[in-house]
């Protein structure tokens, strides 16, 4: 695998690969990769000739009170996973390859709508930054298609109108969640769970299954079932930042009338935020 930390040379590198024909995948990441990363990876390999994933802790999309000193930066062992995964090339730039001019003098791209509630409105200016550098990464590589995970809902929504409306020749492509076989999203962040607190996090998912049926068992009142959740959450001793049955490709809150759903959660378990997601087809 090989490894590139500049512009210059990555971009050398995958003039190269275009001459040749090839199709390029491209599969961003903050590193601390695990076994979801590495799905990324597995569909990336499955669609295209060369699989580039980076690692970059991106400090934009972290608010001020936020972990970003804190992140954890295992690169050895995701230099070691990316290898075993077949990976072609991993683009680790610093921060100034990244922002040359400084953080306060890039240029910023904002998606309206999309990031107005749920996580947008929990963390101001994160999806800012996250399309900030997307876009970037997007510029940089020029990939046939760039693979996100539906962990990440609300971003995966939020980077594909961003795509749509700047006119990004590439695929969007969403990689299903990854789960532990109790249920719990994989996240670089559940190593922050103490012990106790990772037997209560598969709850998160347990609520969203248990609104889920309630829905498919005809249910429509998603304001009562959405305080439900809350409470529930609450009782188990999360603290609950939101649960929102909403229209699956708007984020809007879901009307009777909607069919395609998503049902979204975070919520804090200790010093841990956590997210997670489940869809559905009302008939």
């Known amino acids: 695998m090989q490894i590139y930390q500049t512009r210059a040379v990555l971009q050398e590198a995958l003039a190269q690969f275009r001459r040749t024909g090839k199709s390029i995948a491209l599969v961003p990441t903050m590193g601390n990769l695990h076994a979801g990363h590495l799905a990324l990876v597995a569909a990336a390999r499955a669609e295209c000739d060369i699989v580039l994933a980076t690692i970059f802790i991106n400090p934009l999309q972290f608010g ?3 972990d970003l000193s804190s992140y954890p930066r295992t690169l050895d062992a995701d230099i070691a996973g990316l290898t075993a995964s077949a990976c072609d090339a ?4 610093a921060t100034t390859e990244m922002y040359p001019n400084g953080l306060d ?3 910023l791209v904002s998606v309206p709508g999309l990031t107005a509630r749920h996580c947008g409105a929990s963390r101001p200016g994160h999806f800012d930054g996250v399309c900030t550098v997307v876009s970037k990464l997007l510029h940089l590589t020029g990939p046939d298609a760039a693979f996100f995970g539906e962990k990440d809902y609300q971003q995966l929504q939020v980077i594909r ?33 103490t012990d106790a607190e990772r037997e209560v996090a598969p709850l998160l998912q347990q609520q969203l299954v248990s609104t889920r049926d309630s829905i498919v068992a005809g249910n429509t009142d ?13 009782t188990a001793g999360f603290r609950p930042d939101y649960i929102a049955v909403c229209d699956a490709a708007t984020l809007e809150p879901a009307t009777a009338a909607d069919t395609d759903l998503v049902i979204l959660a975070a919520a804090w378990l200790g010093k841990t935020r956590l997210i997670d997601n489940i869809t559905l087809q009302r008939a």
């Open 90 to 93: 991993v683009f680790i730039p």
């Open 64 to 66: 001020p009170s936020e």
């Open 105 to 107: 003098n890039q240029t």
């Open 222 to 234: 998603y304001a009562a079932l959405e305080s439900a959740g809350m409470q529930a959450l609450a």
């Open 161 to 193: 109108k961003m795509v749509s409306d700047l006119c990004m020749p590439v695929i969007i492509r969403g990689v299903p969640v990854q789960r532990s076989e109790d249920g719990l999203a994989l996240s670089s962040r559940n190593g922050y769970l």
